[in-house]
């Protein structure tokens, strides 16, 4: 009996040894020479691969900008495309690195499941598309509206919600999935359509006339999206995060792609912390002096990320609203590098 | 008195060429003559749109999707996104392994279907002994200066027949065994086989490989990582097998208690008697179930999808969402669909062709 507990304290600290060791991903990343990161399988402007068969996304760029800062170079990574329910099972069991994949960041998902959410890359909620020529200004003014909306989803409860707390009246249209409402709302069946507003808008581009289409400014859900992590490994989560950071930041300095070089030679202190200037602050992060520099150059900052993926200079063309940075009226605000 | 026969008369006209054929097959007699015209006319208004969705008013040419103006289905979509749908993330420089490896298998095949070809035995042995190997190799690469290519980048159409194929190859030598094992005499080979094949056969398959995706890695330490594209073909396999060997047992139970005896009367073993006497007339038998099975199988590998292997069905829905071609998945689908539709209506061919080919006179068909 004394044998077989031994046996199997042996056996378990050997399972604890190979595991601790794996815990440092940072090494194991270092030394895999390839960044292994979880991705949806096809999520307009977040995550989907193109033409080339190279992934692209907003989400993606989170990944690609953790391999700048790690290994120096955004092309080391390797996408692994992961469904909803098997995105949590892939992150504990080390099959990925980190997981960016359009991922709500709540309580129950931050406490009980052994992650870590580092940080949030898009602000979403749920929001409502109406047609322009109607020449509504908020969702008050849909007093009495039939809401196309898919069903059995929190959107239609949050939607109830919403217009039961401000004594609105309406006439939820269900359907099966958001495409079918999105259709039926283009096709004249409901002058509204709600749903996640990153989704409302990658649905707005199959509708006839996508331009003749907008969402009212009010969102009505919160779900920030958000890079996550295995619980348990603070390193990694530290360079997830700051690694996103360091994209905010740059917008906020003004730094691009495009002048990040000129930018190298500046006399503006924070900018010098950004691109490597200061001695020390790697260190504590566990990265090369330059790792900033890097995913500037290789990435962009996050404007750029957005305008390229999801905003502006997309197809999705999703109006920047709430994910604007701090000072310019949004939520998007990094803690500063120092 | 010299018998002369009259010169053949030719037959009357309006019995011959397509004008007889319509009137002997589509309206002979006013009942169903109405009913062809009524038939007809639901055929028209109900296809219709489609032909001058899917060709008339199609678009054809073109790079983006700026180039389908029409109301018409949107071809480009897939011309532009074919190679993916081919080789999915298979790095362009390497497909011509996938290409190889793929001609190969079809030429091993079409030696091996096509009747009168030589060396019969020496070819099959080759394709189920060696040929997975050259396979292996030319797909994953690191050998003989190959590059190495991960599973994760194969995709699309080569990654569905790399799991049809696998699946269909060794579920069913399994199903075979387990087939045996469940008529077999000694109780404990029997009620492992009988085990086996109810389990695997209640589960549905997308739980198989929800286990084989989700559940398996927590068991294993968190270093240590099973290729996920290994995980499920080897989930497909256990769970076809335990199908196949159903199929398997009904062909054995076909065969009539006299072929067992006559075997034994002769002094064969086991093993001599199920090779020559009874598996050769029960497979014959069990063609249509089989390839029933195989047909099944192939459908079922889209199931993949979900545990988030790019298979034909994937690649498409992952195509049709990108920003750039969102709002074509129609053209995925229908596209999809035919492809897959290709193949299993070969299959089923092949079968109708190998059930006359071994027909040999026995059995009650007449």
């Known amino acids: 009996m004394i044998k077989h507990v031994a046996f199997a304290s042996v056996a378990a600290s ?16 270092k030394e895999r020479n390839t960044l292994l990161c979880g991705v949806t399988s096809g999520v307009p402007g977040f995550s989907v691969p193109d033409d080339k068969g190279n992934w692209k996304g907003l989400d993606v760029d989170v990944c690609r900008a953790v391999a700048a800062a790690v290994l120096g170079d955004n092309t080391k990574v390797k996408y692994i495309p992961l469904t909803a329910k098997e995105r949590f099972t892939a992150l504990a069991s080390g099959e990925i690195d980190m997981l960016s994949r359009v991922t709500t960041w709540t309580l129950s998902r931050d406490s009980q499941l052994g992650i870590n959410f580092a940080g949030v890359n898009y602000y979403d909620g749920q929001g409502f598309m109406v047609k322009k020529d109607l020449g509504l200004k908020s969702v008050k003014e849909l007093d009495g509206a039939t809401i196309c909306v898919q069903s059995g989803t929190t959107t239609e409860l949050n939607m109830a919600d919403y217009f039961r707390s401000h004594g609105l009246e309406h006439t939820p249209v269900v359907f099966d999935t958001n495409e079918q409402a999105a259709a039926s709302f283009d096709s004249g069946r409901c002058d509204a359509f709600t749903t996640d ?15 003749s289409v907008v969402a009212l400014p ?30 905010l930041n740059a917008e906020e300095l003004g730094i691009s792609s495009a002048n990040v070089d000129q930018m190298k030679s500046s006399e503006n202190p924070n900018v010098q912390r950004l691109l490597g200037g200061s001695e020390g602050l790697a260190k504590g992060l566990g990265v090369s002096e330059d790792w900033g520099y890097q995913i500037v150059k290789q990435v962009g900052n996050y404007g750029e990320a957005f305008d390229r993926n999801v905003g502006k200079d997309s197809p999705l063309n999703i109006d920047r609203g709430i994910n604007r940075l701090w000072n310019q009226g949004g939520l998007q605000y990094a803690p500063p590098i120092r | 008195m010299k018998y002369d026969p ?15 054929w319509m009137r002997k097959h589509l309206f002979n007699g006013p009942f169903n003559s109405i009913a062809t015209v009524v038939l007809a006319y639901f055929i028209i208004i109900f296809m219709w749109p489609v032909i001058d969705w899917a060709i008339l008013s199609a678009d054809w040419i073109g790079t983006t999707r700026n180039d389908c103006t029409s109301d018409g289905a949107c071809w480009v979509f897939i011309s532009q996104r074919l190679n993916q749908f081919l080789y ?20 091993l095949i079409a030696w091996l279907i096509i009747p009168k070809t030589p060396f019969k035995g020496w070819v099959a042995a080759f394709t189920l002994l060696i040929f997975p190997f ?3 190799v030319l797909l994953s690469g690191g050998y003989f200066g190959l590059e190495s290519v991960d599973t994760h980048k194969w995709g699309g159409l080569s990654l569905t027949l790399v799991l049809a194929v696998v699946g269909i190859v060794a579920a069913l030598p399994f199903g075979i065994l387990l087939a045996l094992g469940r008529r077999s005499h000694m109780p404990i080979v029997r009620s492992l086989s009988v085990v086996y094949i109810e389990i695997w056969r209640g589960v549905p398959l997308i739980t198989v490989l929800f286990m084989a995706s989700v559940m398996l890695p927590l068991f294993f330490p968190e270093d240590m990582n099973f290729d996920k594209l290994l995980r499920a073909l080897i989930g497909i396999t256990m769970f076809q097998s335990a199908y196949m060997a159903e199929v ?6 076909a065969i009539s208690k006299g072929q067992y005896e006559a075997a034994d009367s002769l002094g064969l073993g086991y093993w001599q008697k199920m090779n020559m006497i009874i598996l050769p007339q029960a497979l014959k038998l069990m063609i249509p179930g089989i390839v029933n099975t195989f047909i099944a199988l192939f459908k079922d590998t889209s199931l993949v999808l979900i545990i988030g292997l790019f298979d034909l069905l994937a690649i498409m829905q992952a195509s049709a969402n990108d920003p750039n071609w969102i709002g074509f998945s129609t053209e995925g689908y229908v596209f999809v ?10 299959m089923s061919r092949y079968s109708i062709h190998l059930e006359k080919r071994l027909h040999t006179g026995h059995g009650n068909r007449a």
């Open chain 1, 14 to 29: 050997l399972l604890f040894a190979t595991s601790s060791y794996a815990a440092n991903t940072l090494d194991t990343v």
């Open chain 1, 197 to 211: 507003l990153s989704q409302a808008y990658g649905l707005r581009t199959r509708m006839k006339d996508p331009s």
């Open chain 1, 218 to 247: 009010e969102v009505i859900s919160k779900e920030p999206l958000g890079p996550v992590v295995r619980q348990g490994d603070d390193q990694w989560f530290n360079i997830v995060k700051w690694s996103l950071n360091a994209m």
């Open chain 2, 6 to 20: 009259q010169p053949t008369l030719p037959a009357p006209p309006g019995t011959l060429g397509v004008v007889g």
């Open chain 2, 88 to 107: 999915g993330f298979y790095p362009e420089a390497e497909t011509w392994r996938l290409d190889l490896a793929f001609i190969m298998m079809a030429a």
């Open chain 2, 134 to 136: 050259i396979a292996f």
């Open chain 2, 248 to 253: 398997v047992r009904g062909g054995l139970q």
């Open chain 2, 337 to 346: 669909a035919l492809v897959f539709w290709v193949f299993c209506f070969g």
